[in-house]
């Protein structure tokens, strides 16, 4: 168990509907990031937010918004689902802004399914 | 933006037979660390390598820091069923505020008993 937390584990939705992917970070981690995992991309990184401030963005879309909120849980809302979006969504922390020594702790994921 | 080229896709081993994989980049790297992925769950840290040419071991696991900093490759000496899962290189720079990680496509793992 990493400590970190994600809800919901599965969600099923259609096309054209909107999301919210939550996250517990690990007591005491400021740092969070989001990643997204499907078959053919492997891992990418979408964005990273330290104490509740927006520090680093990657691939992600215009229709995928997150932040963090003051208790440092973090939300990644995902609107106009595609087919496309359908992937295991990670969320990881890690206690410094940086994380330093590389090591992030993953949460189990949260895994979309747009029909 | 940077990527990494990891491989092989996958490999289908007999257990205790070693296996190897690599990764490579386009550009350097100032920290190479390798993450395993078990079904069901999020990938986890199994070694970190800080240096160029630098050489780590974890158990049965060995890696190494390439001198070019552009690569990387991990051994997994005689094998053993639960070292199946997915296996993901991954490259960080320090700049500026960001610590993200780039992350290769993985190399899946499978241990014939």
């Known amino acids: 168990d990493s400590g970190v937390t994600q809800t919901p584990k599965h969600l099923i939705t259609a096309t054209g509907q909107r999301v919210t992917l939550r996250c517990s970070p690990r007591?005491?981690?400021?740092?969070v990031y989001w990643y997204q995992q499907s078959l053919d991309q492997g891992l990418q990184f979408l964005i990273q937010?330290?104490?509740?401030?927006?520090?680093a963005k990657g691939n992600i879309l215009e229709r995928f918004s997150a932040q963090q909120f003051p208790d440092l849980h973090s939300e990644l809302n995902l609107s106009s689902l595609e087919l496309g979006d359908s992937a295991l969504y990670f969320c990881a922390s890690s206690v410094r802004l940086l994380a330093n020594t590389g090591e992030l702790f993953f949460g189990e994921g949260s895994r979309l399914t747009v029909l | 933006g940077q990527q990494l080229n990891q491989s092989p896709q996958s490999m289908f081993i007999q257990e205790g037979e070693d296996v190897s994989m690599n990764c490579t980049s386009s550009?350097?790297?100032?920290?190479w660390l390798w993450y395993k992925q078990e079904p069901g769950e999020g990938p986890v840290l199994l070694i970190a390598l800080y240096k160029a040419g630098e050489l780590t071991s974890n158990g049965r696991l060995t890696a190494q820091f390439g001198i070019t900093r552009k690569d990387s490759f991990l051994n997994i000496s005689a094998s053993i069923p639960s070292d199946v899962g997915i296996y993901f290189c991954?490259?960080?720079?320090?700049?500026?505020?960001?610590?993200?990680?780039?992350f290769g496509k993985g190399t899946k793992l499978s241990v014939k008993p």
């Open positions: 007591s005491g981690d400021l740092s």
């Open positions: 937010y330290y104490n509740g401030e927006e520090r």
């Open positions: 550009s350097i790297f100032n920290t």
């Open positions: 991954a490259g960080q720079n320090y700049g500026g505020s960001q610590g993200n990680l780039i």
